[in-house]
């Protein structure tokens, strides 16, 4: 599909093709991987809880990056693992105010340290630039804080937030960035 557009777009330059073929390729494989996602999570009747979820999950990573997969497969079996941990959790784990507040304050500590964990070769990096990802994270978080308080679902959000952090966290390694 890509090949295709590029192929009657002649007035591109290289590295737009590049851009465009990439911006392709991930759209495609991340909307394939929501719609398999959401059709398991539906047949169980947990859809709702995934959704809330993604949208939580998604909102922090666009702004705070994370861990990559190699390869599509195993993208989507890491997302369908860490949704399911994630949903299973909140049925089955009755966290305490003080478990709730502790994860979450790990949560952030681990998002300031990491945030944002974006692979070097897509943006040039300074401390400007980190310090605004970094902003941009702590907003959004309170922000999806306040829409779990306003929805009950605080246990869901605590959960999300906590995955997000460990798989920032690994990212983070994996990219050899320093405490």
């Given at each position: 599909?890509?090949?295709?557009?590029?192929?009657?777009?002649s007035?591109?330059k290289?590295?737009?093709?590049?851009?465009?073929?990439?911006?392709?390729?991930?759209?495609l494989?991340?909307?394939?991987?929501?719609?398999?996602?959401?059709?398991?999570?539906?047949?169980?009747?947990?859809?709702?809880?995934?959704?809330?979820?993604?949208?939580?999950?998604?909102?922090?990573?666009?702004?705070?990056g994370?861990?990559?997969?190699?390869?599509y497969?195993?993208?989507?079996?890491?997302?369908?693992v860490?949704?399911t941990?994630?949903?299973?959790?909140?049925?089955?784990?009755?966290?305490?105010?003080?478990?709730?507040?502790?994860?979450?304050?790990?949560?952030?500590?681990?998002?300031?340290?990491?945030?944002?964990?974006?692979?070097?070769?897509?943006?040039?990096?300074?401390?400007?630039?980190?310090?605004?990802k970094?902003?941009?994270?702590?907003?959004?978080?309170?922000?999806?804080?306040?829409?779990?308080?306003?929805?009950?679902?605080?246990?869901?959000?605590?959960?999300?937030?906590?995955?997000?952090?460990?798989?920032?966290?690994?990212?983070?390694?994996?990219?050899?960035?320093?405490?």
């Open positions: 599909m890509s090949k295709h557009i590029v192929s009657h777009a007035i591109l290289e590295d737009q093709v590049d851009t465009i073929r990439y911006a392709i390729e991930t759209l494989g991340e909307l394939s991987k929501f719609v398999l996602l959401w059709s398991f999570f539906f047949s169980l009747h947990l859809d709702h809880l995934f959704l809330m979820a993604f949208m939580i999950f998604s909102c922090i990573r666009v702004v705070a994370g861990f990559h997969f190699s390869t497969l195993s993208c989507l079996i890491g997302s369908f860490m949704y941990v994630i949903i299973m959790s909140t049925q089955f784990i009755l966290l305490t105010s003080y478990s709730k507040i502790l994860l979450i304050v790990l949560s952030v500590i681990i998002l300031y340290v990491f945030a944002p964990v974006i692979p070097l070769n897509r943006y040039e990096h300074n401390k400007g630039s980190i310090l605004r970094r902003l941009q994270t702590a907003v959004m978080v309170m922000i999806l804080f306040v829409f779990a308080l306003y929805t009950n679902q605080i246990q869901l959000f605590t959960l999300s937030l906590f995955v997000f952090a460990l798989q920032l966290f690994i990212g983070g390694i994996k990219h050899e960035k320093l405490l």
